[in-house]
């Protein structure tokens, strides 16, 4: 192999397996949230507290949420939630629509 074509293992673009985890699962929640009625999306590169957020017109409501592993703990899971207690303590946020 000549030189010109020899590549090292960091000039090949790797798939990030968590990365590629991670948003499959997120997609499954839009679809999920879709079938339900619901206006649904997800934020793309997101490293907010929000990967996905779903609509309920009739009800009023906002969901905002965060996909984690299945293999997160509940103290993880607890810690999240207190982080970010300010969202209604379930990530939910009611709206009025006009």
Known sequence: MSQDYALTITEINMPNRKYEKGRRKEYKIVHE???????????????????????????????????????????????????NKDLNNMFVVVFDVR
């Open 33 to 83: 949230e879709r079938d339900q009625g619901r206006i649904a999306f997800r934020s793309a590169g997101s490293h907010s507290p929000i990967d996905v957020v779903s609509i309920d017109i009739l009800r009023k409501t906002i969901w905002l949420i965060q996909s984690k592993p299945d293999t997160y703990s509940k103290g993880q899971t607890d810690k999240l939630k207190e982080q």
